[in-house]
């Protein structure tokens, strides 16, 4: 099983990225979907998560009406779109799925990771 994030890059303050993650591998009959992000020096945190429905979404406090989590045209695939990014969003965004319908903000229940792509908002 992989996932595969991508959409990284480097952006001034205020600007936005479209970050994309599709899994592959294996025949998923449910999954839920997340995005989470570490930055220099510090833990991995959560930013985002959907379930299998799409219909529920959650979001990080300091991301919350910046960001928008939504289902691909494959059900085994996620994007985020971030908005008026801050500097202090620079990480690297992980992309991560469980074999379940509800979503967790919760490292830990994610079975399955990507590698990360590398966000870099300067100011």
């Known amino acids: 099983v992989q996932l595969q994030a991508f959409g990284g890059g480097l952006v001034q303050a205020g600007g936005f990225l479209r970050l994309s993650c599709a899994a592959s591998?294996?025949?998923?009959?449910?999954?839920?979907m997340g995005w989470f992000r570490q930055a220099p020096g510090k833990e991995r945190e959560f930013v985002s998560g959907?379930?299998?429905?799409?219909?529920?979404?959650y979001y990080a406090d300091s991301v919350k009406g910046r960001f928008t989590i939504s289902r691909g045209s494959a059900k085994n695939s996620v994007c985020l779109q971030t908005n008026s990014l801050k500097p202090e969003d620079t990480a690297v965004y992980y992309c991560?799925?469980?074999?379940?319908?509800?979503?967790?903000?919760?490292?830990?229940?994610?079975?399955?990771w990507g590698q990360g792509t590398l966000v870099t908002v300067s100011s």
């Open positions: 591998g294996s025949s998923f009959s449910i999954n839920a």
């Open positions: 959907i379930t299998w429905s799409g219909t529920s979404t």
């Open positions: 991560a799925l469980r074999e379940l319908t509800t979503a967790s903000t919760r490292e830990y229940d994610y079975k399955y």
